[in-house]
């Protein structure tokens, strides 16, 4: 039987995953994912692929009392009101334009010393607009099992370092690449697989601390190739009815 594994959410995009035991999906996604962005000054997107480190931070963020905090690996807290907005700026999310708002507070300054380069904390302006592709993204426990053995890893995969929304347990290796195009039931919600995930340098990193630790990008080419213009590992979905999805909710493609 195929169930929900695991959720991850990250309400800044880069930082440290959340990982709820339930969460409400909209047509736009989870409301809190990604809500918040690092950028240049000039309002350049700003990732874990520049600065893996970043990944270590841990977000919280409470959208009814709008508060934001912040845990840095030497144990610092930062936090503060979410809702203070600046000036406005568009950032490129690799060819689509996403408008936010500069956020207000302590967040330049926590981030440009971490970094070590002068950043900024944005908001974006609408729910799901801090997304990829598409509001879901999903894989499955097989297929991060069958990437480690095809590596040659003594030790089981950490799947965070891919940043899906929904892991998929009780599935064959790559199932989920047999889903697109088709419905499939997660928990209450009802969702079409509608592409395949390009992988980048960031599942290259430990999910931990940001560190280069194992090469995906080659391993995932040794044994699926480049496929269209990609590396691809995962899927793709839009929403089609929204609802709650919970570890251990049942999975079921259309047809199944």
């Known amino acids: 039987m195929r169930t929900v594994a695991r959720l991850s959410v990250a309400p800044v995009k880069s930082l440290r995953l959340l990982h709820p035991d339930r969460v409400r999906l909209e047509r736009s996604g989870v409301p809190e994912n990604r809500r918040f962005y690092l ?72 981030f440009s010393s971490y970094v070590g380069r002068p950043l900024r904390l944005v908001r974006v302006e609408a729910h799901g607009d801090g997304n990829d592709d598409a509001p879901v993204s999903l894989f499955s426990t097989a297929s ?38 088709t419905a499939v039931r997660l928990g209450e919600t009802l969702v079409k697989v509608v592409g395949f995930v390009g992988r980048c340098v960031i ?5 931990s601390t940001g560190h280069k630790d194992l090469d995906t990008l080659k391993a995932i080419k040794a044994y699926r190739g480049v496929r269209g213009k990609g590396i691809l590992f995962g899927v793709y979905a839009e929403v089609l009815e929204p609802g709650t999805i919970g570890v251990g909710d049942p999975v079921v493609p259309e047809g199944n």
């Open 39 to 110: 950028a240049e000054p000039d309002g350049t997107l700003f990732t874990a692929a520049k600065h893996g480190p970043v990944v270590a931070i841990v977000p919280e963020y409470d959208a009814p009392s709008e508060r934001l905090r912040l845990r840095f690996p030497d144990g610092a807290i930062v936090e503060g009101d979410a809702s203070r907005l600046g000036r406005g700026v568009t950032s490129d999310f690799f060819g689509r334009a996403v408008p936010g708002r500069m956020m207000e507070g302590p967040w330049a300054e926590a």
């Open 144 to 181: 991060a099992e069958e990437l480690a053995r095809r590596s040659g890893r003594p030790e089981a995969l950490d799947s965070r370092r891919f940043r899906m929304l929904a892991e998929v347990a009780g599935c064959e290796p790559h199932e989920e690449d047999h889903w697109n195009g």
């Open 203 to 207: 599942t290259t990193q430990s999910p």
